[in-house]
């Protein structure tokens, strides 16, 4: 697996169960969402303008991909149970190790998990799956993502303390692909 | 990893949090329970019993284990909202491959998913997931359970029709150890 393929596969319109464990407190909280993955020109405007950020060479960049999503969540929800809504959208700009096509950075631009950009460390096992590692100035985030078969993915994320040394949070997404991507 | 450090890192009692998500009608399911895993003897009776229905020479066991589970799921609950109880207990054991430390088969008693007694096979990958495959009659089983530090570890878990095509559900559990077994 590489991150063109793996970019490739993640293409499209898909239905997302959260789970979300907050762990100081046993609390469970449940997600539904609608994410849309579409890839972008390497010479799309944003993706100039965050590589420019990270002074990145924009030939570098390989696949990338906006994000967008639309949910609810029981989280912060209203007594009488209604559900909180939320939606969002970022680009992701992955810049593979020239020396190791396994691994690599991926940017990230504006309103994802932080309302700041950042850039996260990749990598993929060689079961396939997709790891990535990014450390906020408050918290470090890892994630795992991997296919089931092409159009079911799952995805666990954990949140950390900065120092790496407790878990906030662990939580567990599956996806089903509901439509290839638009051109 | 190998068989033997896992059982042993396993060892204790934990406290789990677990989401399922029944696919195929989207439905969130949330368990809480308290599990034991305490070793037991390489010439344990049931140890001994269950090699023999499988016709399994005993010499080949390692770290066989008994895994007691006692919890409450908010799954089949009244209107009223009341929890379901229920509590298992069933014996492991690992049957190594003599020639991968890295990958074996697991034997498990009545008690565990299905009623009946099933035989595993598992692998380690080489970040230390924990990964068992096991076919029933009717449905397949896929389980990566993995360490995040020594007292806190993750488990995914698939049940598949038995041809493998459609996963029914996924399920996420999230385990905190509370103690060392008792000796």
């Known amino acids: 697996m590489d991150i063109t393929k793996f970019v490739e596969d993640s293409l499209g319109q898909w239905r997302s169960q959260r789970s979300a464990h907050h762990l100081t407190f046993s609390h469970f909280e449940q997600v539904t969402s609608t994410i ?13 303008d965050l590589c420019k950020s990270h002074e990145i060479d924009p ?14 969540t029981d989280w912060d929800a209203d007594e009488d149970e209604e559900k909180t809504t939320f939606k969002g959208t970022t680009i992701l700009v992955p810049i593979p190790d020239p020396d190791n096509p396994q691994a690599g ?38 994630e795992k993502i991997w296919f089931v078969n092409p159009n079911f993915r799952l995805r666990v994320s954990l949140i950390k303390t ?18 290839l991507a638009q051109d």
Chains 1, 2 share one sequence.
């Open 36 to 48: 849309d993955i579409v890839p972008l020109a390497k010479d799309d405007a944003e993706v100039l």
């Open 105 to 142: 950075r991926l940017l990230r631009g504006e309103g994802y998990a932080e309302t700041i950009p950042a850039i996260g460390n990749y990598h993929f096992t060689e079961d396939g799956t997709f790891v990535l590692l990014t450390t906020y100035e408050s918290a470090a985030a890892e």
């Open 59 to 72: 030939q570098m960049v390989s696949r990338p991909f906006r994000m967008s999503w639309e949910g609810e």
């Open 162 to 179: 900065s120092g790496g040394t407790g878990t906030l949070t662990a939580s567990f997404s599956s996806e089903k692909k509901l439509a």
